[in-house]
């Protein structure tokens, strides 16, 4: 258990005192380099932001799926928030892959180590682009009462935002989940306790996100790219996010970014890397390696 004095302690880094915006991924590791931390450290770079890690758990996966997957133990992820938090210092935070009740119940005691006011950007990250399960049942409960109640926005997607609408009950505003719209899953959502959500457009007929800050309805519109490559879209989305509100942004400027960067990412996702679904592009590698301009 963290005690006053050192939260106190821990804190006490300013951002004044940084020469770079700081960000902070906890979330899973994944071995192809897709998604999880390895997606987030891109999008960190992206945006123009030093990005720091805390690895919930590790999997082995590569664009095919994920073959094993192996949880980090609880104290070491509190430890390495505290490593960070008490030498660097965090700007803002991305909280990914947790995994397990265990894992969820470290990253709560860890978030206790921020300074107060520190975004806080939740990506529910709960199945895998390739079908695998990536958080555990009982942690679903646990994820919202101990981190979306918290976060300061929570990106779900469609299909995230029916499991977190399902954790307020099965029949929201006269329906069951199941037929609510994303205006009614937005709020829905927001009802968790979080300041704002953004619900991503990747699995609507029509790419657009929605934004709800409790008074505000914004869309975000964008184009699909059904040729592209998807595999860590929305944590390049949620990273670019809290990248831009370490940065100053505010939400909505913030939302417009991390939107027009993940999908341009998916666009020209790397689609010849791997048998399955290939990472999502958001360095211009592709670009890089043609020889041509990259204008990030």
């Given at each position: 258990?963290v005690?006053?004095?050192?939260?106190?302690?821990?804190?006490?880094?300013?951002?004044?005192?940084?020469?770079?915006?700081?960000?902070?991924?906890?979330?899973?590791?994944?071995?192809g380099?897709?998604?999880?931390?390895?997606?987030d450290?891109?999008?960190?770079?992206?945006?123009?932001v030093?990005?720091?890690?805390?690895?919930?758990?590790?999997?082995?996966?590569?664009?095919?799926?994920?073959?094993?997957?192996?949880?980090?133990?609880?104290?070491?992820?509190?430890?390495q928030?505290?490593?960070?938090?008490?030498?660097?210092?965090?700007?803002?935070?991305?909280i990914?892959?947790l995994?397990?009740?265990?894992?969820?119940?470290?990253?709560a005691?860890?978030?206790?180590l921020?300074?107060?006011?520190?975004?806080i950007?939740v990506?529910p990250?709960?199945?895998?682009?390739?079908?695998?399960?990536?958080?555990?049942?009982?942690?679903?409960?646990?994820?919202?009462?101990?981190?979306?109640?918290?976060a300061?926005?929570?990106?779900p997607?469609?299909?995230?935002?029916?499991?977190?609408?399902?954790?307020v009950?099965?029949?929201?505003?006269?329906?069951?989940v199941?037929?609510?719209?994303?205006?009614?899953?937005?709020?829905?959502?927001?009802?968790?306790g979080?300041?704002?959500?953004?619900?991503?457009?990747?699995?609507?007929d029509?790419?657009v996100?929605?934004?709800?800050?409790?008074?505000?309805l914004?869309?975000?519109?964008g184009?699909?790219?059904p040729?592209?490559?998807?595999?860590?879209?929305?944590?390049?989305?949620?990273?670019?996010?809290a990248?831009?509100l370490?940065?100053?942004?505010d939400?909505?400027?913030?939302?417009?970014?991390?939107?027009?960067?993940?999908?341009?990412?998916?666009?020209?996702?790397?689609?010849?890397l791997?048998?399955?679904?290939?990472p999502?592009?958001?360095?211009?590698?592709a670009?890089k390696?043609?020889?041509?301009?990259v204008?990030?």
């Amino acid at each position: 258990m963290v005690t006053a004095a050192a939260v106190l302690s821990l804190a006490a880094v300013s951002a004044s005192s940084r020469p770079i915006p700081v960000c902070l991924s906890i979330a899973g590791s994944d071995s192809g380099g897709g998604a999880g931390i390895q997606a987030d450290l891109k999008a960190f770079a992206r945006a123009g932001v030093h990005g720091t890690t805390a690895i919930t758990a590790l999997t082995a996966q590569n664009t095919v799926g994920v073959t094993r997957v192996e949880a980090v133990s609880p104290a070491m992820i509190v430890a390495q928030v505290r490593a960070v938090v008490d030498d660097i210092g965090v700007d803002a935070v991305k909280i990914g892959m947790l995994g397990s009740v265990a894992s969820t119940e470290a990253v709560a005691e860890a978030l206790d180590l921020l300074a107060d006011g520190t975004p806080i950007v939740v990506d529910p990250v709960m199945v895998a682009e390739s079908g695998a399960r990536l958080l555990e049942p009982d942690a679903q409960r646990a994820l919202v009462e101990l981190v979306v109640a918290r976060a300061t926005v929570v990106t779900p997607n469609v299909p995230e935002a029916r499991v977190l609408a399902g954790e307020v009950g099965r029949d929201v505003e006269g329906r069951d989940v199941e037929g609510l719209d994303v205006e009614a899953l937005a709020r829905a959502v927001h009802a968790l306790g979080p300041g704002a959500v953004v619900v991503t457009g990747g699995h609507r007929d029509e790419a657009v996100d929605l934004v709800f800050d409790g008074e505000r309805l914004v869309e975000i519109a964008g184009e699909r790219h059904p040729e592209g490559s998807a595999h860590g879209s929305g944590c390049t989305h949620s990273a670019t996010l809290a990248a831009r509100l370490a940065l100053g942004d505010d939400l909505l400027a913030a939302a417009r970014e991390a939107k027009r960067v993940a999908s341009d990412a998916v666009r020209d996702g790397l689609r010849g890397l791997g048998r399955g679904a290939g990472p999502v592009d958001v360095l211009g590698l592709a670009a890089k390696v043609r020889g041509e301009p990259v204008g990030l």
